[in-house]
C-alpha cells in the first residue's frame, strides 16, 4: 500500500483511459474506501450510481450544454460514478439547520469524492471529479428520487498518461498561527 501523502501528490485529474477494464475487487475496494468516509453526525447522506453501460454514459452527454473537457471521460472511461446527496439530512437537528451554512451536503459529498479519488489512485487508477453539467437533466436520465441532488460524476479507469502536478502555494503562503 502506498504512502497517504505520496497518493495525496501523485493524484491527477484524468480524462484519457486505457481500453481496459477496472476489476469488480478493484472497484468494490474503492467503493469500500467511500462507506468509511466521514459525514456530518455520520449521516452518510451519500448514494452513488455505478455506471458501466455504455449506452447509459452516452446518453448523459445529452446533459453537457456547456464547454467540459471532461466530457469525453464520461464515454471513455470504463466507470462512471455518480454521487448523489440527501437533501435536508446532513447539517440538521430536529428539522432544522444547524450552522451558517445551512444544508452540508455539498461539505459530505465533498469529503467522499475526494475519498473515492484517492482510494482510486492507490489502486492505480485514474479519475477525474466532473460538475459542469445540466444536473436535472442528468439526474432525470439516471432517475434520481427526489430529496437528492446529483452532484458529480467521477470517471475512473486506467490513465491513458499522467501529467505532471500543477504548481502549488507554499504552506507559507495559507497557513495561518492564532489568527489570519
Known sequence: MADLLEVVRTRRSIRNFEERE??????????????WAPSWANTQCWEIIVLKDK?????????????????????????????CGKLKSSGY????????????????????????CLAAQNRGLG?????????????????????YELVVFIPMGYPEK??????RRTTDEFVHHERF
Not at 477496472?22 to 462507506?35: D, F, I, Q
Not at 499522467?162 to 504548481?167: K, N, T
Open 93 to 116: 437537528y430536529k428539522g432544522e439547520t444547524s450552522t451558517k451554512f445551512g444544508d452540508w451536503f455539498m461539505f459530505d459529498l465533498g469529503i467522499v469524492t475526494q475519498t473515492i
Open 22 to 35: 477496472v476489476p469488480e475487487e478493484v472497484l468494490e475496494e474503492v467503493l469500500e474506501a467511500a462507506r
Open 55 to 83: 449506452e447509459t454514459r452516452d446518453r448523459l452527454l445529452d446533459s453537457f450544454n456547456y464547454p467540459n473537457p471532461a466530457k469525453k471521460a464520461m464515454t471513455r472511461a470504463p466507470v462512471v460514478l455518480a454521487l
Open 127 to 147: 479519475t477525474v471529479i466532473v460538475g459542469l453539467f445540466d444536473h436535472n437533466k442528468a439526474q432525470d436520465l439516471l432517475g434520481v428520487k427526489e430529496g
Open 162 to 167: 499522467v501529467s505532471s502536478a500543477p504548481g
